[in-house]
């Protein structure tokens, strides 16, 4: 930026610079002939404007301008500075100069070391140039000198008055414009000579310079500063407002540091020491001390060194210690002894639990194998699979109680990162370990009952997925140098005993599935919930109701009604919501002084829970043609179901309804073609088939049903639509058939000979090879049921039809024949 000449009384300008810039004051201007123009050299200015009365060094360096120079100084003569249009221009032609130049007086040339030549030049006047004189060897020109008015009126005042308000401003905030030029623009009485004069002081860009040099109009100049000026103080303003805020930030970092140097000092004098050398002392101790495996042990110290080589306030200190903490805090070597004692065990899961007897046995074959001292441990991997309510959980804090370990549980319903289990690099800001390394920390043994709840239930998207991660937990093989991200450094989770629950196995992948050993829990039955009401659930309700010392007993047929009539589900969560609702009953009718019963019995449940909530399917009072009695398996336990056959006039088609799945329509086909293939047998006319229609329908068509197990009953309703001959009421019957009618084995036939057994039914038809599945069965259900195993539909029809038709079958009206009816 050109500075004023005022600038020559500061104390930084050498008395070189003086004597040069007196030089310029001796130069005087040229006088206009009788036409009032002036003649003059030419001084091209590349990047550069001068303003009147302004003082500016300026580098010459063509040889044009040098001599053009030179022959002004020779007669002492002043020059015009005129502003190429094109600063690119090196040789610059009459069209590439703008219309308005300054006369200007060039002091004494110097040589400067790159072989060009400064000098200082002082602006006089504008001027108006009027021709060009000549181009060669220097450009001279004719120009108008250009007069402004030495007074100024009331607005002019006013618009100079509003440009020093804003140049004092800027002044104040620009650190590189000297206090004495506010001064020395207050004496300045001329409005142009101000404009220029402010022009020269400010950072301005060279196009806004060139525009107020084009302006003539002192006016209108002063005007166009004004904006400038505004627009200046705004940005200058802002910057203040920036160097304050780091200023600021910088002051309070400092005296940050001042404090914590004096702290350190009164420490050292208190023989305290230095806080975060005291603390990383203990650090190390707390890593030494740590039983760790040797690559971990490496791993912390070097942390340890690093932390001891930054300073406190580094935000890299904050990572390094949680890091540690979670090194030292895990359980790498610390295990708890197992209780081996097989007896006890089985004492305390029988306590806990009622049934359940495959998973039981599974415990105490693992508890009997490790008091054996095997020379290689294995740790099994279970998954317990069943509906909900029927103790997967609580089993597993039994197994843990059984074995004396400490039991942990995470549930992983929801999970869709894969970082929720294997945890975050610590790269990211806030990073943590998964959640298997955090259950360990908090487990704080490396032999803990680790249950993962609801492993059915992960999910996968774009996080990654987590099932894939947990490929590496459940593997025996892996586990013993499991990788958390965090931690990047092998876990042992060997000695770990794994527990997962689900409530479905088709949505947990091939290769997870394939790494469990799959523990099945059936609903309960009947008489186990009642058992487990009497043993579990009822003084548990009593005594969270505070009505345990009022002696108040559950009657069983109080408890079988409930499970009856207001539940329906494979667990018992819904039985003791209703024993509880029944308990808080008589637990305010005591605090509200009324008569309350001791005795819960069947006849009194309406009272305490309303009218019966459920209603289960009943066995056929009479016999019926074309109604056979099904067995049919669902999670809540076994039921029977009615199938239901109508014949009626039509084309030979057959209708299935009642929500029937596509493996159940298959089996009603099946049926049918074996029907038609035992026409002879049955004497059945073919005719019908062609002629009548046949409808299959299961009531409660709200249910989705589906399987393959009520196939003989399809084919033995069907055959006695046909027949006419009844179906014996007391008769309930499953299995699968073939075309041939053979009859295949089916499953879940525990629950549904007890769901028959619960209804009434007297004789049950079973596939000969599920014999097998009755050992488990209930006494009372084998002796007061007739459980029949065949392996052929005619036997089935020999057990299930009466021997006589009751109704009249149904018979195709004759053919016309020629035209004749026979």
Request: glycine content about 8%.
């Amino acid at each position: 930026m050109s500075q004023p000449y005022w600038n020559e009384e500061e104390d930084n300008f050498d008395q070189t610079l003086s004597q040069r810039t007196e030089e310029l004051y001796r130069v005087a201007n040229l006088e206009p002939d009788s036409s009032g123009l002036i003649e003059a050299a030419v001084l091209p200015l590349r990047d550069l404007v001068i303003f009147p009365r302004m003082v500016s060094p300026i580098f010459v360096g063509r040889e044009a301008s040098l001599l053009a120079v030179q022959e002004a100084q020779k007669k002492g003569q002043p020059v015009i500075g005129l502003t190429q249009r094109d600063p690119d221009v090196e040789e610059p032609g009459v069209e590439d100069f703008l219309p308005i130049g300054v006369e200007m007086a060039v002091g004494r040339l110097l040589n400067t070391p790159d072989g060009s030549y400064s000098a200082l030049v002082q602006g006089r006047r504008r001027v108006e140039i009027v021709e060009f004189v000549h181009v060669k060897p220097y450009l001279k020109v004719r120009a108008r000198v250009i007069v402004e008015p030495q007074q100024a009126d009331r607005s002019l005042q006013a618009l100079m008055r509003s440009a020093l308000d804003l140049f004092e401003r800027c002044v104040q905030l620009d650190r590189s414009i000297p206090e004495e030029a506010h001064l020395y623009a207050l004496n300045i009485a001329e409005p142009g000579w101000l404009a220029d004069m402010i022009a020269t002081s400010l950072s301005l860009n060279y196009e806004a310079k060139l525009r107020l040099l084009l302006i003539l109009d002192p006016k209108a100049r002063l005007g166009q500063l004004n904006a400038l000026l505004a627009q200046e103080v705004d940005v200058l303003e802002l910057e203040d407002e920036i160097h304050s805020r780091v200023q600021n930030e910088v002051d309070k970092t400092q005296r940050e540091f001042y404090l914590r140097e004096q702290m350190k000092q009164i420490q050292t004098e208190l023989g305290e020491g230095d806080i975060f050398a005291r603390d990383m002392g203990d650090v190390k101790k707390r890593v030494e001390a740590a039983d760790l495996p040797e690559e971990a042990r490496r791993v912390a110290l070097k942390e340890v060194e690093r932390l001891n080589q930054m300073p406190p306030m580094a935000p890299e200190v904050g990572v390094i210690r949680t890091y540690l903490d979670w090194l030292v805090d895990l359980p790498w070597k610390n295990v708890t002894p197992d209780n081996l004692d097989v007896k006890n065990a089985a004492k305390i899961l029988e306590r806990d639990h009622y049934g359940l007897r495959k998973a039981k046995e599974r415990i105490l074959e693992y508890i009997a194998v490790r008091s054996l001292k095997p020379k290689k441990e294995r740790q099994p991997i279970l998954c317990f699979y069943g509906p909900p309510g029927v103790g997967k959980t609580s089993l597993g804090r039994s197994i843990a109680d059984a074995l004396g370990r400490k039991f942990v549980r995470v549930s992983l319903g929801g999970v869709r990162d894969e970082a929720e289990i294997r945890g975050h690099r610590r790269t990211y800001i806030g990073a943590l370990p998964g959640r298997i390394i955090q259950t360990m920390k908090r487990a704080g043994t490396a032999n803990p009952l680790f249950m993962l709840d609801e492993i059915d239930k992960l999910y996968s998207d774009f996080r990654g997925d987590p099932a894939s991660a947990m490929l590496e937990v459940l593997d025996p093989e892996q586990n013993s140098s499991f990788s958390d991200h965090y931690l990047e450094l092998p876990f042992d989770l060997s000695k770990v005993m794994f527990v997962t629950t689900a409530n479905s196995l088709s949505t947990i992948p091939y290769p997870l599935l394939d790494r469990m050993e799959i523990i099945e829990f059936s609903g309960y039955l009947e008489e186990e919930k009642v058992e487990i009401a009497n043993r579990y659930l009822i003084p548990r309700q009593l005594e969270e109701n505070g009505i345990e010392t009022l002696g108040v007993k559950f009657e069983e047929d109080a408890v079988r009604k409930i499970v009856r009539e207001y539940t329906y589900e494979a667990g018992v969560r819904n039985l003791e919501r209703e024993i509880g609702r029944a308990s808080r009953k008589v637990a305010r009718m005591k605090a509200e002084g009324k008569k309350y019963p001791t005795a819960i019995v069947a006849d009194g449940l309406e009272k305490l829970l309303g009218p019966q909530q459920t209603f289960q399917p009943e066995a056929e009072r009479n016999d019926e043609v074309g109604v056979a009695t099904g067995l049919a398996w669902t999670e809540n336990g076994g039921e029977i179901m009615a199938v239901e056959v109508a014949i009626i006039e039509g084309k030979g088609g057959m209708q299935m309804t009642g929500q029937m799945g596509e493996v159940m329509q298959e089996s009603g086909q099946a049926a049918l073609t074996y029907i038609k293939s035992r026409v002879a047998v049955l004497k059945i006319d073919m005719d019908i088939f062609e002629r009548f229609d046949i409808h299959v329908h299961m009531p409660e068509g709200g249910i989705p049903k589906d399987g393959p197990s009520a196939g003989i009953t399809m084919a033995t309703a069907i055959i006695s639509a046909l027949t006419g001959r009844p179906v014996l009421k007391h008769v309930g019957m499953t299995g699968e058939i073939t075309l041939r009618g053979r009859v295949l084995p089916i499953g879940g036939v525990r629950e549904k000979v007890l769901a028959a057994h619960r209804a009434g039914l007297k004789t049950v038809i079973l596939p000969e090879k599920n014999l097998k599945d009755l050992v488990d069965l209930p006494k009372s259900a084998k002796s007061e049921l007739k459980i029949i195993p065949v392996k052929h539909m005619d036997d089935v029809l020999e057990i299930a039809l009466s021997k006589q038709a009751t109704i009249k079958p149904p018979k195709p009206k004759k053919r016309k024949e020629d035209g004749a009816e026979d």
